[in-house]
C-alpha cells in the first residue's frame, strides 16, 4: 500500500470508492458522488489515499477545525488501511496547526466508528433526524479528536 497526496489521475479510483460508500447507506447522506471540479473546490488539500480534511468554517478562529472524510474500498477493509490513512492524516493535520477532527458517522456505521475510536477519536454527542435517506430519518454521531500537539499552547 502506498500513500500520497491526491492528484486528479486518481480521481476515477476515488469516485469509485465513494461510490461504494454511498451505495452502503451507512456513509454518507450524498447519493451521487460529486464532479472533479466539485471536489477539488470543498476539501482541503491535505489529502492522502482517500482521507480528506474538510474546513468546518471559512471564520479564521475555527481554522484548526477539520471534518474529516475517510473511505475505504469494499475489499481493503478490516486490513490496516484505515489505520494507516489516519496515521498519515493526524501526523499532517497536527504539523498543519489543525487542533480538532470531527467526524459524523451513522450508529449503524459500527466498523468506521470502532477505527475512529482506535485513531484517538471520541463521541461528543448524537444528532437527531439529521436527514432522510429512503425515506427514513437518520442519525449522526458525532466524534472528535482533539491534538495533544497542535493548539495547546
Not at 447522506?29 to 473546490?41: G, H, L
Not at 475555527?62 to 469494499?74: A, K, N, P, R, T
Amino acid at each position: 500500500m502506498e500513500i500520497t497526496q491526491l492528484k486528479h489521475d486518481h480521481w476515477d479510483d476515488v469516485k469509485r470508492i465513494y461510490e461504494e460508500g454511498i451505495r452502503t447507506r451507512n456513509a454518507t447522506f450524498e447519493t451521487r458522488s460529486p464532479s472533479w471540479e466539485e471536489w477539488d473546490k470543498k476539501h482541503h488539500d491535505k489529502v492522502t489515499g482517500w482521507a480528506a480534511l474538510i474546513p468546518t468554517s471559512t471564520r479564521e478562529v475555527y481554522s484548526g477545525v477539520m471534518e474529516v472524510s475517510i473511505y475505504i474500498g469494499e475489499v481493503h477493509r478490516g486490513k490496516g488501511a484505515g489505520k494507516a490513512l489516519f496515521d498519515v492524516l493526524i501526523s499532517e493535520s497536527e504539523k498543519n496547526n489543525i487542533w480538532s477532527l470531527l467526524s459524523v458517522l451513522f450508529p449503524e456505521n459500527t466498523a468506521s466508528i470502532k477505527l475512529h475510536e482506535k485513531a484517538g477519536f471520541r463521541i461528543i454527542g448524537v444528532r437527531e433526524k439529521m436527514g432522510k435517506m429512503d425515506d427514513v430519518w437518520r442519525d449522526n454521531i458525532m466524534m472528535e479528536r482533539r491534538s495533544k500537539i497542535a493548539g495547546v499552547d
